[in-house]
């Protein structure tokens, strides 16, 4: 079998990785994009990988045979909590294409367009924030959108205050992530509660911890509900 003909990109793996983890990846992928067109190489010392704009070229992906792909850098994502066996980004084939047809109802059809009222309510409400004339980073702010449609409708918490103490929690773990800890195992320690590490394993143990009261309270309760945690 002939090996297959890669779309072109850059050709440094050394240089292309510590861009990835040490350096600014959108400005280095936009400047990809520009040169070599909108589906290219990245390579890595991974492995290489792909990054396409084209939307049919994403359709291609996220609808092919599960058995097509494996999964790339999975050991890293060891360091986030809930990635573990069971996650569903490191499975690949039947186990895959299992779980993945467990989880999908809730994210398709009749149930998301539910969820319409509130994205659209919890972008409005973000949008109040902005003042004429004062610049802002939009990113912060879609952000900001994203994760409260997350604690609102995949974990359904409506108290705003409980939403607030989840988002912070959140932005908290995001602050506290230094991307040199992917690739440095090394920094991967404790060193008595100071550190990178340390600073990331507290902040992604209290939302471990959130999360986990919210999944207890929702066995207790018994109560239905038409959030996705539920």
């Known amino acids: 079998m ?5 779309p072109k990109g850059p050709r440094s793996i050394l240089l292309q990785t510590l861009n990835t983890y040490l ?18 190489t990245m390579p890595s010392l991974g492995g290489a990988y792909f990054i396409t704009a084209n939307p049919e070229g994403i359709k291609t992906i996220l609808t092919a ?11 890293l994502f060891e360091i986030f909590p809930g990635n573990g066996d069971g996650s569903l980004f490191k499975m690949i084939g039947d186990k895959h294409r299992a779980a993945r047809k467990l989880l999908a109802p809730p994210f398709h059809g009749a149930r998301m367009r539910a969820y319409g009222t509130l994205m659209r309510d919890v972008a ?10 004062k610049p802002f980073v939009m990113q912060n702010t879609t952000q900001a959108i994203t994760l409260d449609i997350i604690i609102r ?3 359904g918490i409506t108290d705003p205050e409980h939403v607030q103490r989840f988002h912070h929690k959140v932005m908290a773990a995001l602050d506290a992530f230094v991307p040199s800890i992917v690739v440095l195992r090394g920094l991967r320690r404790n060193f008595f509660g100071f550190g990178p590490w340390a600073r990331y394993t507290r902040a992604m143990g209290a939302i471990q911890q959130m999360t986990m009261a919210e ?16």
């Open 2 to 6: 002939a090996a297959p003909v890669l």
């Open 23 to 40: 350096g600014d990846i959108n400005k280095m992928q936009i400047a990809s994009l520009r040169k070599y067109g909108d589906t290219f």
């Open 65 to 75: 045979d599960p058995e097509t792909f494996a999964v790339p850098f999975a050991e």
């Open 124 to 133: 409005l409400q973000w949008a109040r924030t902005w003042q004429p004339g």
């Open 153 to 155: 409708a995949i974990f």
């Open 215 to 230: 999944v207890e309270k929702r066995r207790a309760d018994g109560i239905p509900r038409e959030d996705i945690l539920s």
